[in-house]
């Protein structure tokens, strides 16, 4: 069922370390997973895809790691900045049309 | 870079009226996406939308929500008879094809009195 007023974990990170953000999914039969950055008042931002035939992939400053044996997803963050402050949402494709299932989100707080 | 439009920022509205919420899709994406997040809550799916139907809609979708794309720009969902609890923030997403990313407006806030 749904939780009322879900309180965020919350990462907090010196400026120019690494992040890693940690995110279980439900669906062993999901097969895309994305994540994204919530800023304030803003609509969730695209940040790196991976799909179920790669364990890892890399962007820039993000590399996205994938564990199907534990459906576990990471997020890692390198050299974080300040402007890096957001909420961050693991999304799965459950299948069908592209619904995707959000993750409850986890709030990183970069302090300089 | 191309991004998702959503109008207006924020609705008031009077519980048991109409809202239509409006959406401009990325220009070459073909898939259709509503999303909405009560306040601290998940992102919640809404509904997916190809080619002028319906491709799937979760069980918060029921009779009084709808959707339509009137022309070949806006993307639409309205809600007949809100309620109280309908009160929360509205992603309109979309992509390219069912497996890309899904970009997201900004959200409208409706806010029903």
């Known amino acids: 069922g749904e939780s009322v007023g879900l309180h965020l974990p919350t990462l907090s990170v010196q400026e120019g370390d690494n992040s890693i953000i940690n995110c279980a999914y439900s669906n062993s039969a999901s097969d895309y997973f994305i994540w994204y950055k919530q800023e304030s008042g803003k609509g969730p931002q695209f940040i790196i895809d991976i799909r179920s035939n790669m364990d890892k992939r890399q962007g820039q400053r993000v590399t996205v790691l994938l564990n199907k044996t534990v459906k576990h997803l990471s997020l890692q963050i390198a050299a974080t900045q300040p402007g890096d402050s957001a909420v961050y949402f693991c999304?799965?494709?459950?299948?069908?049309?592209?619904?995707?299932?959000f993750g409850a989100g986890t709030r990183l707080a970069v302090h300089p | 870079e191309p991004e998702v439009t959503q109008t207006p920022s924020h609705q008031v509205t009077q519980m048991g009226q109409e809202v239509i919420l409006r959406c401009v899709p990325i220009?070459?994406?073909?898939?259709f996406y509503w999303y909405r997040q009560i306040l601290g809550q998940k992102v919640e799916f809404l509904v997916s939308f190809y080619n002028n139907e319906i491709s799937e809609k979760s069980e918060i979708f029921d009779d009084q929500f709808s959707v339509e794309r009137p022309d070949g720009s806006n993307f639409t969902l309205k809600i007949r008879s809100t309620k109280l609890e309908d009160s929360a923030m509205y992603f309109c997403?979309?992509?390219?094809?069912?497996?890309?990313?899904?970009?997201f407006g900004d959200g409208t806030r409706l806010s029903i009195l």
């Open positions: 999304a799965e494709n459950s299948g069908g049309y592209n619904k995707l299932i």
């Open positions: 220009s070459n994406h073909l898939y």
């Open positions: 997403a979309s992509s390219e094809d069912s497996d890309q990313p899904q970009h």
